[in-house]
Structures are given as C-alpha cells and as structure tokens.
C-alpha cells in the first residue's frame, strides 16, 4: 500500500523568501509518479509539480522545484521568491501510474508580506 | 485550455435525501475517479471509472454510493440517502491514460447534509 506523510501542518514564509515543504512517501511500485497539488482558499485542486520517479533529475516549474530522494523517499517541494498568492494548502501526493492518487495530510502555507 | 466542469458547486441536502454530483471530464480522458475531502482533512480517494466499469473502490465507497456515465460525458457520482457525516467536498478528476498521468481535477462540489 502507499503512504504519503506531511509532517509540518503549517508553515510561514515571508514574501520573496525561500521555503520548503516536506514530504515523505512509501510505495512498493518502481515505477510511479509523485505531485505537489495546492489547495487555495477556492478549495479547487492545481498540480504545481510532478516527478515521475525513474527520472533522477529534479523537476522544475518556475519558482517551484523538488528535491526528490528516491532512496530516502523524500519529495520536498521549494517555493523561491514566494508571493502572496502562494497562501494556500499544499498536498503531496503519489500514483501509480493511472492509478489512484494517495495524498498526504497538507501543509498550510502562509505568505507574510 | 480544456476543463473538468463540475456541477453543483454547493449542494445542500437533508439526511436521508438522494443526490447526484455531476461531471463533465475532458473530451478525450479515459480514466475518471471521484475524491471526497471532508473540511479540514486530506483528500481521499472513492472510485475510479474505466471503460465503463469501477475498476477501484475505497473502503469509503459503499453501497450508499454509485457512479456511472450515462451518456458518454457525463460522469456521476449518486448518494443514495445521504448521511451527515456525507458532508464534505467532492473533486471529480480525469486522465488521458496515454501515457500522461496528470491528474485534472474539477473545481469540486460542496455537499452540506443537514
């Protein structure tokens, strides 16, 4: 079975500053894929990132990056330059393939200007 | 840019009340789920839907709940006699199943029972 834990239920950023979410998963599958979703106040689902997991480069989107560990199972995700409209939850989650996503619990971000 | 449409936005129901959450996924998805987040929690996974059949349930998904696709778009999700704890937000979400595993998610439906 997968599992996928965030450990840090909130986090604070100050606007332009740098901050990484963490996240940690387990799965028997080699070959699946891992996500950052953010959850604004809107509640509506947005992929901000994805690694697939056979890929050891680190994926890229913008501000947004991952630090992906696959030995470790570690998936951070970092937020440079952050914006206000970065407030939001943010979920971790993994699939196996077209399978169903597994989410963690989420962290809350605050962005202070 | 194509969407996944859901409709209602907000539903309010009263226990014991059949309800029928609508999707729309986009046009060439093959692969279709519904997630169900109750305020303040994690997102969790109900069914998935391929080639006209459940091909995953969760343990939250049962007999109360069923889903088809009537016409070949739409995707529904039905509550049979909706209990308060149903209460919650209901994310339909698509694949192309291509190759792609992006995950596109509909905005939601809020579901209040009362």
């Known amino acids: 079975a997968q599992t996928v834990t965030q450990s840090q239920p909130e986090m604070s950023v100050q606007e332009a500053e740098t901050v990484t979410l963490s996240c940690t998963y387990d799965t028997s599958e080699s070959d699946y894929y891992l996500f950052w979703y953010k959850q604004p106040p809107s509640r509506q689902m947005i992929l901000v990132i994805r690694?697939?997991?056979?890929?050891?480069q680190n994926a890229t989107e913008n501000r947004f990056s991952v630090n992906f560990q696959k030995a470790a199972k570690s998936f951070s995700l970092k937020i440079s330059d952050s914006q206000l409209g970065d407030a939001a939850m943010y979920f971790c989650?993994?699939?196996?393939?077209?399978?169903?996503?597994?989410f963690g619990t989420g962290t809350r971000l605050q962005v202070f200007p | 840019e194509p969407e996944v449409t859901q409709t209602p936005s907000h539903q309010v129901t009263q226990m014991g009340q059949e309800v029928i959450l609508r999707c729309v996924p986009i046009?060439?998805?093959?692969?279709f789920y519904w997630y169900r987040q109750i305020l303040g929690q994690k997102v969790e996974f109900l069914v998935s839907f391929y080639n006209n059949e459940i091909s995953e349930k969760s343990e939250i998904f049962d007999d109360q709940f069923s889903v088809e696709r009537p016409d070949g778009s739409n995707f529904t999700l039905k509550i049979r006699s909706t209990k308060l704890e149903d209460s919650a937000m209901y994310f339909c979400?698509?694949?192309?199943?291509?190759?792609?595993?992006?995950?596109?998610f509909g905005q939601g439906t809020r579901l209040t029972v009362v």
């Open positions: 046009s060439n998805h093959l692969y």
């Open positions: 979400a698509s694949y192309t199943g291509t190759g792609n595993t992006e995950a596109f």
């Open positions: 989650g993994t699939s196996y393939n077209t399978d169903k996503l597994i």
């Open positions: 690694q697939e997991a056979y890929k050891q």
